[in-house]
């Protein structure tokens, strides 16, 4: 065996009354072996000394016994391993470094969300715009496209086709239910004025509250009735039936009957997608997002066909533009319920809901910008009372949360 040599030197630096700081440099040295290093290590300790100079009062000045000299010897340094510095790695001191999580960027779900009701609105835009096409038919074309960009994600997560065997008869009701939200709300937006039928969609989140309350058996508090009560006023503020409001209105886009018919289908649309939201959340997080968008496109592909055919509604745009703008709803659609999923994961329900608001400013600004049709006082009242409505639920659901918290 070869010969080992440690030669100590110490060097005291005090810092305060009752810490010291202590040098400590060890020269190692090996013969013989082609193993180990040659070099010298140097650590930095902090002693206490209060602690130090009471024991040593104790003894009497006396020198340490032989048990308690070797103890000393084996004892750990007083300073935390923070304030211990060498020339070895952090990991081969303390058997590898825990790998801090970076902090997330603070209002990036906010972001997430506003970027998600963008893209909605340039949606229903395009809707709009498109002439001489049935809602269904841009239904069943945005279906299609959304299933051909799922199904390669699907693929990726290995999350299979068909879902957990015990949540298929949900995920079917999901599809069924959130297609037919999603073609009445492309009727409403060919049949009446852009902002009124993005208002009456928007109210969703009241009807939510009350089902969630009869099927999913949560609480239901007097809020949630006056916050229900100022939605319906809307919806009849936006509606105006003739038999309260006369037989006169101004605003309507084509004829009455047309407008009731698309205030019938965007309220329509608002209680589906109220179920939607209560079956997504009694399927709760063991379900793949990807697999319930899957289930999604596939249904509404399926049910808008059958309709089609049946209403021979089938009809090829002939100018390109119209095409390109149907690959770009569908790739819209795709984009923005990624980005509300995104926003809904990293920040709480509540922020979310409240940035969705943003979608009835943005309906009105593009209904004057695009189709040169300014809001009456009456859709103007009746989205005050929607909005109103839903933040109140927002902010109630995110006060209840916080106190949970």
């Known amino acids: 065996m070869g010969d080992r040599n440690h030669r100590a030197r110490e060097r005291a630096l005090p810092v305060e009354d009752d810490i010291t700081v202590v040098f400590h440099q060890v020269d190692s040295h090996v013969d013989d072996s082609g193993g180990d290093h040659d070099g010298d290590e140097e650590r930095i300790h902090l002693q206490g000394n209060r602690g130090r100079d009471a024991e040593e009062e104790t003894r009497g000045g006396d020198g340490p016994r032989e048990g308690e000299q070797q103890e000393k010897e084996t004892r750990t340094p007083l300073c935390p391993p923070a304030f211990c510095v060498s020339r070895e790695p952090a990991s081969s001191r303390d058997g590898g ?65 068909l879902g957990p065997r015990d949540k298929r008869i949900y995920l079917v009701l999901r599809g069924f239910i959130g297609s037919n939200a999603m073609i009445l709300l492309f009727y409403a937006v060919q049949q009446m004025p852009l902002a009124d039928a993005t208002v009456i969609m928007f109210s969703n989140p009241v009807f939510t509250s009350l089902l969630a309350w009869i099927f999913l058996k949560e609480r239901c508090t007097i809020w949630d009735c006056v916050f229900t009560v100022f939605t319906i006023t809307g919806v009849i503020l936006i509606a105006r039936p003739p038999f309260l409001f006369g037989d006169h209105l101004r605003g309507i886009e084509g004829n009455y009957s047309n407008h009731i018919k698309g205030t019938i289908a965007a309220f329509a649309g608002a209680v589906a997608a109220a179920f939607t939201f209560v079956v997504l959340r009694k399927m709760g997080k063991s379900v793949h997002y990807y697999l319930s968008v899957w289930y999604y496109a596939v249904i509404g592909l399926i049910e808008c066909i059958i309709t089609v055919s049946v209403l021979g509604e089938w009809k090829i745009p002939s100018c390109g533009r119209d095409r390109w703008m149907l690959m770009l709803i569908a790739v819209l659609g795709i984009a923005g319920q990624s980005f509300l999923t995104k926003a809904l994961q990293i920040e709480k329900a509540g922020p979310v809901a409240l940035m969705r608001t943003v979608d009835v400013v943005l309906a009105f600004i593009f209904q004057f910008i695009f189709f040169n049709r300014a809001p009456t006082l009456w859709s103007l009242g009746g989205a005050l009372c929607v909005v109103m409505s839903t933040s109140g639920v927002a902010v109630r659901k995110w006060y209840s949360s916080s106190r949970k918290n």
């Open 97 to 161: 470094a825990r790998d801090e999580k970076p902090k997330g960027c603070p209002g990036l779900g906010l972001f997430y969300a506003f970027l998600a009701t963008v893209f909605f609105s340039i949606i229903a835009v395009l809707v709009k715009t498109i002439q001489g096409m049935h809602a269904i038919e841009i239904s069943a074309i945005r279906c299609f496209f959304q299933m051909i960009f799922v199904m390669p994600l699907l693929i990726y997560h290995k999350t299979g086709f």
